[in-house]
């Protein structure tokens, strides 16, 4: 991960919870001054269910939300209205936001054959900037950290930690595995490396050594540790 990352670490929950959207509202804020819309994406995990019910509730009115595109990162294979599925639970809170177009929602159709092409289409439509090797950019993406240093769908020794040919592909999982129990749908990790701004939103005894592990070593056994940190890009906000 690197020395570089931002830590901040939290007693209460709450106060974690509403320091992050406070900091993600704060640069989503900046990116529309400086270039009038911002591309928002978040990781599928049950921890930001609470960011988005603090979204919904504190900033549901603020009008800087006619300029987000809001975008997801993973998604089981099933359909949006499922109640496991990544952006119905994001949905229920952010629907409440009154000047969210639907229009500028784009969720994964992971439940379709073809999902990962839709969705790898959208993203190379123009929708999203480039980098210099041709990756789309995300101006802000928010993740969880899963136990086993998991981030999106992208679980250890993934074949697509480091694939650089293809912007989402759907991963085939054990269908009882703990860590997942069904196909998903990801964002590669070149992809999410290439976003402007990282949040990470941590809670959870049980991610104690994960997260020092992340923070403080690089290997392809925790996903997440490979994700890159320079100019203190990444920034993480911990409540243990």
């Not at 019910?53 to 809001?70: D, G, H, M, P």
């Not at 999203?128 to 802000?140: A, E, I, Q, R, S």
């Not at 959870?204 to 320079?230: R, T």
Request: aromatic fraction near 8%; hydrophobic fraction near 40%.
């Amino acid at each position: 991960m690197g020395k570089e990352s931002i830590v901040n670490r939290f007693n209460r929950r709450e106060a974690m919870f509403d320091a992050a959207a406070s900091r993600l509202v704060k640069r989503i804020r900046k990116v529309i001054e400086y270039s009038g819309f911002c591309s928002l994406a978040f990781s599928g995990n049950h921890t930001n269910d609470k960011l988005f019910a603090i979204l919904a509730k504190k900033y549901r009115n603020a009008e800087f939300w006619t300029r987000v595109q809001l975008f997801w990162l993973d998604e089981l294979c099933i359909p949006g209205d499922d109640p496991e599925s990544n952006y119905g639970r994001a949905w229920r809170s952010l629907s409440h936001i009154s000047s969210l177009s639907p229009a500028n929602v784009h969720r994964i159709n992971a439940e379709n054959s073809d999902g990962a092409e839709q969705y790898t289409a959208l993203l190379n439509s123009g929708i999203l900037l480039k980098n210099d090797t041709g990756l789309p950019v995300f101006d802000v993406i928010v993740l969880g950290l899963g136990v086993s240093g998991q981030v999106a769908a992208l679980l250890p020794y993934s074949p697509y930690i480091n694939d650089t040919e293809k912007v989402l592909v759907a991963r085939v999982a054990e269908p009882k595995t703990e860590i997942i129990s069904c196909n998903r749908i990801t964002v590669t990790l070149p992809v999410i490396n290439a976003s402007q701004k990282i949040l990470f939103v941590v809670c959870g005894k049980e991610k104690i050594d994960v997260v020092q592990h992340v923070i403080n070593q690089h290997d392809e056994e925790y996903p997440a540790s490979l994700i890159q940190s320079p100019g203190k890009r990444v920034e993480w906000y911990i409540s243990l």
